[in-house]
């Protein structure tokens, strides 16, 4: 038999007449402030449960079911999850983790299409493999985080702070990157297969010292961003805005700014720029 019970009072949630959490069918219960710590979940029914404030620090979630399931404010930290599926891809169904704690979780082949992760923090996370188009990560703390070979396509991200995050074979087409702050992060360069961010709206992003090296940036927006000292070598701008960009010691080896709106942008300092001769407006 084993008890779940309340993190805080001991009150006891729910009890279940099994050995182990593994496969248990928890759907709809109400768990919020559960104690699940270190808790084995793995292939365990969990939509539409309500776990909000849980603590599942440590737990392992390997093929769950999270669709629709309330995890705002829960400490998920050391968590992991592996071909965990919090969506079934249509909107509003993926899980709710707004405000939770996810240090150095790590997510492996799983669905997280449409999730909320508003103001949560990844700090130190690892992404494999994953699908988080239109996921929530708005206001998301993702210092150091490390995504491979996924998908953040028209992701929100506005305000996020993504210093020395690292985005390698990572499709983010679309994605709204207003304003965050990634200086020192790697999209691109030796080592890491460039992630794609066409069409990705990144005004007034900081990207002071990020390494873009062979990004596909098409049609980009990064009207008044902060790309001081950024490496882009050989990325792909066609189309781009670059409208008021701070480009001081950035580095444009290989670049064509034929289609790339450089208007009232200060290339005087930047490097191996070749600025065609009838660009106007450009200082």
């Known amino acids: 038999m084993i008890e779940i019970k309340h993190r805080v009072t ?111 923090d990844l700090t130190d996370a690892v992404i494999l493999r994953s699908d988080l188009t239109d996921a929530c990560l708005t206001d998301t703390k993702l210092l150091r985080l490390r995504v491979e070979d996924s998908q953040l396509i028209e992701s929100l991200m506005r305000g996020a702070d993504l210093r020395d995050a690292r985005f390698c074979s990572t499709h983010m087409n679309g994605a709204k990157l207003v304003g965050v702050n990634a200086d020192r992060a790697r999209f691109g360069g030796n080592g890491c297969t460039p992630a794609v961010l066409n069409l990705a709206n990144m005004r007034g992003a900081s990207l002071v010292e990020a390494d873009l090296r062979g990004v596909s940036m098409r049609d980009v927006n990064l009207h008044h961003a902060n790309l001081s000292a950024a490496d882009l070598s050989g990325a792909l701008m066609m189309g781009a805005v670059l409208r008021h960009a701070d480009v001081t010691d950035a580095n444009f080896q290989g670049v064509e700014l034929v289609t790339v709106n450089i208007t009232f942008a200060n290339f005087s300092k930047a490097k191996n720029a070749e600025i065609p001769a009838f660009k106007k407006n450009v200082r």
Not at 37 to 54: F, K, M, T
Not at 79 to 94: C, H, I
């Open 10 to 120: 001991g009150e006891v949630l729910r009890v279940l007449e099994a050995d182990t959490l593994a496969g248990a069918d928890l759907r709809d219960d109400v768990l919020d402030c559960a104690d699940l710590r270190n808790a084995d979940l793995s292939r365990a029914w969990l939509q539409e449960a309500d776990l909000s404030g849980a603590d599942l620090s440590g737990a392992k979630l390997d093929g769950a079911l999270l669709i629709r399931t309330q995890l705002d404010n829960a400490n998920l930290e050391g968590a992991v999850f592996s071909g965990t599926r919090m969506s079934d891809g249509s909107p509003g169904s993926g899980a709710v983790l707004t405000n939770s704690v996810m240090r150095k979780v790590r997510l492996d082949s799983c669905d997280m299409r449409y999730v909320d992760m508003h103001g949560a």
